[in-house]
Nanobody, 121 residues
Framework: QVQLVESGGGLVQAGGSLRLSCTAA????????MNWYRQAPGKQRELVAA???????NYSDSVKGRFTASRDNAKKTVYLQMNNLKPEDTAVYYC???????????????WGQGTQVTVSS
């Protein structure tokens, strides 16, 4: 069974740091761009960062300069290093990727279970 497993959320004071991890588990035949989304209460889910298989990254303006996304292709893992956290970063963070597996002849969209990040002022 293919799944994305996240870890690393928690409670931190403003200005602090957290590191999120997301690992693709199961029989993975192909793994494209891996994304980090977040959803705050009452708001729509938004794309925070994306990392291609070649390591190219893209960030939303709200986190640029504070968050760094990276990946380890051998471990099928993507990371999100979050520095100088602000209360407005409080949200549930989700990992997302299109994955090719033995389940289907085409890539399917998978989501992690979500991990809560809370930044206190």
């Amino acid at each position: 069974q293919v799944q994305l497993v996240e870890s690393g959320g928690g409670l931190v004071q403003a200005g602090g740091s957290l590191r999120l991890s997301c690992t693709a588990a199961g029989i993975i035949l192909g793994l494209d761009t891996m994304n980090w989304y977040r959803q705050a209460p009452g708001k729509q889910r938004e794309l925070v960062a994306a990392v291609t298989s070649g390591g190219d990254t893209n960030y939303s303006d709200s986190v640029k300069g504070r968050f760094t996304a990276s990946r380890d292709n051998a471990k099928k893992t993507v990371y999100l290093q979050m520095n100088n956290l602000k209360p407005e970063d409080t949200a549930v963070y989700y990992c997302n990727a299109k994955i090719l597996s033995t389940r289907s002849a085409r890539k399917l969209d998978y989501w992690g279970q979500g991990t809560q990040v809370t930044v206190s002022s």
